[in-house]
């Protein structure tokens, strides 16, 4: 991994252009000087399959300066722009810069569409079939490579169609989550619990909170040590009342890591950190705005189920 983080290859690099530059125009320079003695009938005196013969035609003057300028182009342009090394170049030019330019154009040229939704509110948003579509296209091009082009999510991902929310489904507490972005953190537990058997009865327990299958006598030996978990889940298992730590919800049927003994008795063992990237530097405001419209507006379509 060292070889992928020194300076060696970036010197490395720097120093291959530079021969292959200085190389070219030795070439040009040797291949230029030397002289073939032409015959009578201007060729070499070289003869292939017979009748072959090779023709004592120099490259035309054009085409030798066409390579020089070439030549005199690539040194132009390892001063101006970065091509050796970290060497950053005169013009100070930067893929990053360079994408931030075509990104604030495209602001700037989009803000006059998002302004007609500036005074509206996020329900009347959701209204709004040009509001939607835009925030579909933000969506797709955003959100559906972890939640699905369909926002039901998968493991691990949640389902942002229903009305099941870990940080809240208000529209100001989805605005934040796209614009803060959230961590979710389920801490190991199984050494508060106690030992292998007290977890596997927590397991229990904790099926049966949602009328799960379970075995019924583990699931009353672990509602004591249960305990350990009601911190952030509640002694009744219904998640957070704040909803501002992400404790979900153990007494319903939506199961985000998975369902059954092994997947919760894994959740305790070796708990698990989520995390939904903030939005906020990649998108503006007014794109955030309407899309917490869009999102909103999926779990309060006619049907949407908890």
């Not at 013969?53 to 101006?80: D, H, K, Q, S």
């Not at 994408?99 to 604030?104: A, D, K, L, P, S």
């Not at 040590?225 to 002694?235: L, P």
Request: proline share 4%; net charge negative.
């Amino acid at each position: 991994m060292s070889d992928f983080t020194s300076n060696f290859w970036s010197i490395y690099v720097a120093g291959i252009t530079i021969i292959g530059i200085i190389g070219c125009g030795l070439l040009l320079w040797i291949t230029s000087r030397k002289k073939v003695e032409a015959t009578a009938d201007n060729t070499t005196g070289h003869v292939w399959d017979e009748d072959l013969t090779e023709m004592n035609n120099p490259m035309p003057r054009w085409w030798m300066w066409l390579f020089v300028l070439t030549i005199v182009f690539g040194f132009g342009y390892l001063v101006a722009y970065p091509g050796l090394g970290t060497f950053k170049g005169q013009l100070g030019w930067t893929q990053l810069g360079e994408y931030q330019q075509e990104v604030e154009k495209a602001n700037t040229e989009l803000q006059p569409l998002y302004a007609r939704f500036a005074s509206m509110t996020t329900e009347d948003m959701a209204k709004d079939p040009a509001a939607m579509a835009i925030g579909e296209r933000l969506f797709m091009n955003n959100c559906a490579q972890c939640h699905g082009s369909d926002a039901r999510g998968s493991k691990g991902f949640p389902s942002l169609a229903d009305g099941d929310w870990l940080h809240g489904g208000a529209p100001d507490d989805i605005r934040k989550t796209i614009h803060d972005g959230r961590v979710g953190v389920m801490p190991p537990m199984a050494a508060a619990v106690g030992s292998p058997e007290d977890v596997r009865n927590v397991t229990h327990y904790v099926l049966s909170l949602s009328g799960s299958p379970h075995d019924s006598l583990r699931a009353s030996l672990g509602k004591s040590k249960f305990a350990a978990c009601a911190a952030c889940h509640g002694m009744d298992g219904k998640g957070n009342a704040t909803r501002r730590w992400g404790a979900p919800n153990l007494t319903d049927d939506i199961w985000l890591h998975g369902w059954g003994e092994a997947a919760i008795t894994a959740m305790i063992n070796n708990g698990k950190t989520n995390e939904m990237p903030a939005q906020a530097g990649k998108l503006t405001d007014a794109q955030i705005n309407v899309l917490t419209a869009y999102v909103w507006g999926l779990s309060h379509k006619a049907g949407a189920s908890r």
